[in-house]
């Protein structure tokens, strides 16, 4: 628009205190007045300790591993991260992960249909889940709205829940990937069994109940390291 640096951050301050912009990390977006929040503004909620999972997570995929990524913004980090690998054979019901993996070091990539979901900024529904079944991957990787130590992983919509069990039945290793902010949080829906999930992977250690629980199930948990600083 032919300004300089400074006046677009001097008119995206005004524009987001009054309201009209939600400022996130790398960018802004329109604010919406929809209670559930988008994708793009989760994106920019809890960003550096969702960059250290991702990284984490893909430090231990290998080259030419198959995966179920779901729609998360966590998972997007994962996604992200996930460029530095070769030959991976992705499948996903997120049109943003699939933009970020497409044509790049030789990945396959494949899409599930269904009816998009706005601020989810991914399909759903029957179609989606008979697409997915048609696959066994090595690992899904799945993110969560909320965590409970009686129930396990909770999301906020049934059709994201049946997706989540849907892939968990199609994966030899399942890693659920969330923040410490989750645990605060609550949602109506069971994601899957907790049993299903091999690995948790968050930024801090958990509260005493939700470790005991954790470790109830099966689970193991890691903790995502912070990214080094550089020595100067």
Same mark, same amino acid.
Not at 56 to 64: L, R, T, Y
Not at 206 to 228: F, H, T
């Given at each position: ?5 400074e006046?677009v951050? =001097?008119?995206v /301050?005004k ?7 939600? =400022?996130?990390?790398? &960018?802004?977006y ?7 929040p988008?994708?793009? #503004?989760r994106i &920019? ?6 960059r250290?999972?991702?990284?984490f ?11 179920? %990524?779901d729609v998360g ?6 996604a ?7 030959? %991976?054979m992705?499948?996903t019901?997120s049109?943003?992960i ?6 790049h070091?030789q ?6 249909g269904g009816e ?10 029957s ?6 079944? /048609? ?8 993110s969560?709205h ?8 909770l ?9 989540a ?6 994966a ?10 989750k645990? #605060?949080?609550s ?12 690995r948790?992977?968050t ?9 005991k629980a954790?470790?109830?199930w099966?689970?193991e948990?890691l ?5 080094k600083k /550089? /020595? =100067?």
């Amino acid at each position: 628009m032919d300004v300089s640096e400074e006046t677009v951050r =001097r008119t995206v /301050k005004k524009l987001s205190r009054e309201g009209q912009l939600i =400022r996130v990390h790398g &960018g802004v977006y329109l604010a919406e007045e929809s209670t559930t929040p988008s994708l793009h #503004r989760r994106i &920019g909620e809890q960003s550096r300790q969702k960059r250290d999972m991702g990284r984490f997570v893909a430090s231990q995929i290998s080259d030419g591993a198959s995966l179920f %990524l779901d729609v998360g913004s966590t998972t997007l980090f994962v996604a992200e991260a996930l460029r530095e690998k070769h030959n %991976l054979m992705v499948v996903t019901n997120s049109l943003t992960i699939a933009q970020t993996l497409m044509n790049h070091n030789q990945n396959r990539i494949f899409v599930a249909g269904g009816e998009l979901h706005n601020t989810a900024g991914g399909a759903f529904g029957s179609a989606t889940q008979k697409y997915v079944s /048609k696959f066994h991957v090595d690992l899904a990787i799945l993110s969560a709205h909320a965590i409970d130590p009686v129930q396990g992983f909770l999301l906020s919509h049934q059709v994201e829940a049946e997706l989540a069990q849907t892939l968990v039945a199609h994966a030899r290793t399942s890693i659920m990937v969330a923040d410490h902010s989750k645990i #605060r949080l609550s949602a109506p829906f069971v994601s899957c069994d907790p049993q299903s999930i091999s690995r948790f992977v968050t930024d801090r250690p958990l509260p005493s109940p939700l470790q005991k629980a954790m470790n109830g199930w099966g689970i193991e948990v890691l903790i995502a390291p912070p990214k080094k600083k /550089k /020595k =100067r």
